[in-house]
């Protein structure tokens, strides 16, 4: 697989589901099965990787179901309690706050024009003089305005859920580059439930 | 490419359009509708992905998968039901949405291997369908009247929205309106090229007749006091009233004659009709005219001012293209009509002859650091500057929210004397919730409408005393909107919000 353009990124994931199937997919790099995903009844995915970890990624963030949003906590696979769950990433509204810096999926990057968006990949970008520190504390005049903000380009994600969908990441979120790349694809790019052919 | 997507639009993108050199001498819609055979083939495109992820790009939870399943069908009836349900103002934002600027044409997954599906102009087309071949019935209201009355001030799409959510929650509701029309920026600020009048006022109407009362030429905090208002007429208080406080700059020259805001400009020409201002102009335009800005309303009034005058019409901007916050299909069109644009420049003083302003001088422009947005700051190149003769000028450099009420009432205020709320949409004044423009500052007229549409959820609960129960919208639509209730045909069975 070929990064369709842009600068080397070192990380690469693909998520593909089976055609027409919604509940679960697999998560592979450099073409290994890496982990699966498993959406529940209860509106809710756990990701259980091969090395034995799982995590619960739910998207009540902050109380309520929001768009866009997720939260992705360590779960056990055998008990699922969430009572010794970490949370381990928290998006909300596209942002996340990751090692002290904030970051935006699918931004444009500083120096793109916007109608670059309207086709091919979409760019996981380091805000680097965002006033929060918090999605959750981010107030709603700047989060009205998300739109505006440009980012360092430190990802890059593409692809139609059962076509693979492929997550490039830099080294500075790789310690988080399976969740993250689960999130993706739940948040913008899951199966599809009718596949026409051609 | 994938080999289970059909890559592209029907149209060509982003929509037909009418002929640039015709379109540019008069106000006709820019916009060309689909044909219903071209509609359909566009609604077959869409994959019914299992998270309908257009539908959560969009602040008022459009229905967008149900109603290209509906339209890929021929039923052009259900799909109105599916959108209508949460969207009071379909025409309106079919046209006025920059869909492909983070909504829900640039959330469809189609994107990604192809044109994202044209959702806008399948919005469009069954809106139209609506208004002109075949009247459909109103959103359903609760069946129980709770004998609550609440009031909005301010009667523009977040206004609007709301109203139309209080009414079908069983409240009674008013609407305080300053101007003559509701509508608010869609009535006075959007230009009949994108949106004519008579879809607005269609779908004004349309929510007046629910039951919707409306009381025009008031102004709280005027003739009315907010606590009278709540004493007297009222249980609670919703303030929509918008964004309207002009930039005050500080540029030499700032007052000479011919230099006017941008936004009160198009308010005169729009108000009432295009046909009344021509014959009574209040702008003296010329035939040279530079906008200063880069926003929507920056283009609005430099496309305005090209069709009035036929002149020379220039854009200025202070940083380049790529900043600009517009949408650029509009840039696009723009350019199509004659519209020039300079980059990289700022009015750094306006010269006069007389009182009569005759050219600007400029000073150029380049990018340094990165600012809290992340664009990179403009700075002023020095011993760079020039001028640029001119007739008139239009100053499109951002509105703040409207604050007349806050300040005069004594509402806690935040950035730009926005109405400051809490997460339940509260103001500082028990029973008064304020959401839309005066709270975010200027955004788009779907954000507002979300925005109204949230906060009167809130006004509900507080009425009923069922805060603790609250449920977002965007999950009860999560939940409700579920693939396989569509398919069932059980959307039906469901109840009013």
Same mark, same amino acid.
């Given at each position: 697989?070929?990064?369709?353009?842009?600068?080397?990124?070192?990380?690469?994931?693909?998520?593909?589901?089976?055609?027409?199937?919604?509940?679960?997919?697999?998560?592979?790099?450099?073409?290994?099965?890496?982990?699966?995903?498993?959406?529940?009844?209860?509106?809710?995915?756990?990701?259980?990787? /091969?090395?034995? *970890? !799982?995590?619960?990624? +739910?998207?009540?963030?902050?109380?309520?179901?929001? $768009?866009?949003?997720? &939260?992705?906590?360590?779960?056990?696979?055998?008990?699922?309690?969430?009572?010794?769950?970490?949370?381990?990433?928290?998006?909300?509204?596209?942002?996340?706050?990751?090692?002290?810096?904030?970051?935006?999926?699918?931004?444009?990057?500083?120096?793109?024009?916007?109608?670059?968006?309207?086709?091919?990949?979409?760019?996981?970008?380091?805000?680097?003089?965002?006033?929060?520190?918090?999605? /959750?504390?981010? *107030? !709603?005049?700047?989060? +009205?305005?998300?739109?505006?903000?440009?980012?360092? $380009?430190?990802?890059? &994600?593409?692809?139609?859920?059962?076509?693979?969908?492929?997550?490039?990441?830099?080294?500075e979120l790789l310690d988080i580059g399976l969740p993250l790349s689960a999130s993706a694809f739940l948040l913008y790019t899951t199966a599809s439930w009718k596949i026409r052919t051609n | 490419m994938s080999t289970n997507v059909s890559p592209k639009r029907v149209g060509p993108f982003p929509f037909p359009k009418s002929d640039p050199s015709k379109r540019v001498k008069d106000f006709s819609e820019v916009q060309q509708p689909y044909t219903m055979e071209e509609v359909q083939d566009e609604a077959k495109r869409c994959l019914q992905c299992g998270t309908p992820v257009c539908i959560d790009a969009c602040p008022v939870q459009m229905d967008v998968r149900g109603m290209c399943e509906a339209v890929s069908r021929g039923d052009l009836s259900t799909a109105y039901k599916r959108i209508r349900d949460t969207n009071p103002l379909l025409g309106v934002t079919a046209r006025c949405c920059p869909q492909l600027q983070s909504l829900c044409e640039d959330a469809c997954v189609m994107r990604w291997d192809g044109d994202p599906i044209s959702i806008g102009m399948i919005q469009r087309f069954v809106a139209d369908w609506e208004q002109r071949e075949s009247k459909q019935p109103s959103p359903e209201q609760s069946k129980e009247q709770t004998g609550k009355r609440v009031g909005i001030i301010g009667g523009g799409p977040a206004g609007l929205a709301a109203a139309e959510l209080l009414w079908r929650y069983g409240h009674a509701v008013t609407i305080y309106e300053q101007f003559g029309n509701l509508g608010g920026t869609a009535q006075y600020g959007i230009p009949d090229f994108h949106l004519p009048k008579d879809v607005l006022s269609y779908e004004i109407q349309s929510i007046s007749e629910l039951g919707v009362a409306t009381r025009t030429g008031v102004i709280v905090g005027s003739g009315i006091s907010l606590s009278q208002l709540l004493s007297d007429e009222v249980d609670a208080v919703l303030i929509t009233a918008g964004?309207?406080?002009?930039?005050?700059?500080?540029?030499?020259?700032?007052?000479?004659?011919?230099?006017?805001?941008?936004?009160?400009?198009?308010?005169?020409?729009?108000?009432?009709?295009?046909?009344?201002?021509?014959?009574?102009?209040?702008?003296?335009?010329?035939?040279?005219?530079?906008?200063?800005?880069?926003?929507?309303?920056?283009?609005?009034?430099?496309?305005?001012?090209?069709?009035?005058?036929?002149?020379?019409?220039?854009?200025?901007?202070?940083?380049?293209?790529?900043?600009?916050?517009?949408?650029?299909?509009?840039v696009q069109e723009a350019r199509e009509e004659g519209v020039e644009f300079i980059f990289l420049a700022d009015p750094a003083e306006y010269v006069s002859s007389g009182k009569r302003l005759t050219k600007v001088r400029m000073n150029t422009m380049e990018l340094g650091p990165p600012d809290q947005t992340g664009r990179r700051s403009p700075q002023i190149v020095k011993g760079k500057?020039?001028?640029?003769?001119?007739?008139?000028?239009?100053?499109?450099?951002?509105?703040?929210?409207?604050?007349?009420?806050?300040?005069?009432?004594?509402?806690?205020?935040?950035?730009?004397?926005?109405?400051?709320?809490?997460?339940?949409?509260?103001?500082?004044?028990?029973?008064?919730?304020?959401?839309?423009?005066?709270?975010?500052?200027?955004?788009?007229?779907?954000?507002?409408?979300?925005?109204?549409?949230?906060?009167?959820?809130?006004?509900?609960?507080?009425?009923?005393?069922?805060?603790?129960?609250?449920?977002?919208?965007?999950?009860?639509?999560?939940v409700r909107r579920s693939y396989e209730m569509m398919q069932a045909d059980l959307e039906g069975a469901l109840p009013p919000p």
């Open positions: 697989m070929n990064r369709p353009r842009g600068i080397a990124m070192p990380v690469e994931y693909s998520v593909k589901s089976e055609l027409g199937q919604f509940s679960s997919a697999k998560v592979f790099r450099d073409r290994v099965v890496v982990a699966t995903i498993q959406r529940e009844l209860t509106g809710d995915t756990l990701l259980f990787s /091969s090395g034995g *970890d !799982s995590w619960r990624l +739910s998207q009540r963030v902050d109380g309520e179901y929001r $768009p866009f949003s997720i &939260i992705v906590k360590t779960t056990s696979p055998r008990s699922n309690s969430m009572s010794v769950a970490r949370e381990i990433l928290k998006i909300r509204d596209h942002l996340f706050f990751h090692n002290r810096k904030m970051y935006m999926l699918s931004n444009v990057p500083e120096g793109r024009m916007q109608h670059h968006i309207h086709k091919g990949p979409k760019y996981i970008c380091r805000l680097d003089n965002f006033p929060f520190e918090d999605p /959750s504390e981010v *107030d !709603s005049e700047t989060r +009205s305005r998300l739109r505006r903000f440009r980012g360092v $380009p430190v990802g890059e &994600i593409s692809g139609i859920g059962h076509d693979g969908h492929r997550v490039w990441l830099e080294n | 964004s309207k406080d002009p930039v005050k700059l500080d540029t030499p020259g700032i007052d000479s004659q011919g230099i006017y805001d941008c936004y009160a400009f198009l308010e005169a020409v729009y108000g009432k009709s295009v046909v009344s201002y021509v014959a009574n102009p209040t702008c003296i335009l010329g035939e040279k005219i530079l906008v200063i800005g880069g926003g929507d309303s920056a283009l609005d009034g430099a496309r305005t001012a090209k069709r009035l005058t036929q002149g020379s019409v220039t854009v200025v901007y202070r940083r380049t293209e790529k900043e600009m916050p517009s949408d650029p299909i509009m500057d020039f001028f640029m003769d001119c007739d008139s000028v239009l100053l499109a450099v951002g509105r703040g929210p409207n604050s007349f009420l806050q300040l005069k009432e004594g509402l806690k205020t935040g950035r730009k004397n926005s109405i400051a709320v809490d997460d339940h949409f509260k103001t500082s004044m028990r029973g008064v919730f304020a959401a839309g423009d005066v709270v975010t500052g200027e955004t788009l007229v779907v954000k507002a409408m979300g925005s109204g549409r949230e906060a009167a959820q809130r006004v509900h609960e507080y009425l009923m005393n069922i805060e603790d129960q609250h449920i977002s919208l965007y999950e009860t639509y999560f």
